[in-house]
T-cell receptor, first 113, second 111 residues
C-alpha cells in the first residue's frame, strides 16, 4: 500500500495563478484532511471531509476550495494564489480503528511569488 | 491560550542522554492523545499513542495525566537518529475526528 500520496511535491506560482493540489489514499479511510504548516505556526487545518460527499471548513479556509472526488481522492484548489499561501501543504486520512489517528502524505511545498 | 502547548526548544542533548518533553492541553473532554515525530522537510508520522495507564515502546515512554491535563514523552539513551521535532497531538473527540496539534518540540542529539 502506498498510504497517502500527494502531487506535486513542489510548485512555484505567481500571484494570481491558480492550481490544484491532489491527494489520494489507498487505505479505504472515510475521512480526509488538508493542512498547511508554516514556521512557528504548527499544523493548521484548512478543510476536511468526514466522509465521501461531505466537506467542511477548518481553521484557515479562506482562499481555498476542496473537492472530495470519491472515497480515495481529496483535492485542494487555490483559485488566485497569494504570497501568504506560501507554505507546506499536507493531506491526511483517518479511519477509526486500532490507532485511531491520522496518516499523512509527504507534503507539497508551494511558493507564491 | 493555545489548545495544545509545547516548549519549542530546541533541546540539545548528547548521545546517550535521557530527555523528557511535556505538553499541556486545554480541552478536558479530550479522549485520545498521541506523539508524532516530524523529520526536517518530511511529513508527521505517528510515534506512539498515549494511554491513561502510560505506555512504553523501546526507549520511548509516554504518560498521560488527565487531572493536570498534560502529556509527557521520555526518551532514554538518545540516538543521533532521534533528532527531529516531536508533535503533541490531541483528539478532542469531535465529530470530524479533527486533531489538534501542538507547535512541536525540536530535539537535537549531538555526538
Amino acid at each position: 500500500n502506498a498510504g497517502v500520496t500527494q502531487t506535486p511535491k513542489f510548485q512555484v506560482l505567481k500571484t494570481g495563478q491558480s492550481m490544484t493540489l491532489q491527494c489520494a489514499q489507498d487505505m479505504n479511510h472515510n475521512s480526509m484532511y488538508w493542512y498547511r504548516q508554516d514556521p512557528g505556526m504548527g499544523l493548521r487545518l484548512i478543510y476536511y471531509s468526514a466522509s465521501e460527499g461531505t466537506t467542511d471548513k477548518g481553521e484557515v479556509p479562506n482562499g481555498y476550495n476542496v473537492s472530495r472526488l470519491n472515497k480515495r481522492e481529496f483535492s485542494l484548489r487555490l483559485e488566485s494564489a497569494a504570497p501568504s499561501q506560501t507554505s507546506v501543504y499536507f493531506c491526511a486520512s483517518y479511519q477509526a480503528g486500532s490507532t485511531d489517528t491520522q496518516y499523512f502524505g509527504p507534503g507539497t511545498r508551494l511558493t507564491v511569488l | 491560550r493555545k489548545e495544545v502547548e509545547q516548549d519549542p526548544g530546541p533541546f540539545n542533548v548528547p548521545e546517550g542522554a535521557t530527555v523528557a518533553f511535556n505538553c499541556t492541553y486545554s480541552n478536558s473532554a479530550s479522549q485520545s492523545f498521541f506523539w508524532y515525530r516530524q523529520d526536517c522537510r518530511k511529513e508527521p508520522k505517528l510515534l506512539m499513542s498515549v494511554y491513561s495507564s502510560g505506555n512504553e515502546d523501546g526507549r520511548f515512554t509516554a504518560q498521560l495525566n488527565r487531572a493536570s491535563q498534560y502529556i509527557s514523552l521520555l526518551i532514554r539513551d538518545s540516538k543521533l537518529s532521534d533528532s527531529a521535532t516531536y508533535l503533541c497531538v490531541v483528539n478532542p473527540n469531535n465529530a470530524g475526528n479533527m486533531l489538534t496539534f501542538g507547535g512541536g518540540t525540536r530535539l537535537m542529539v549531538k555526538p
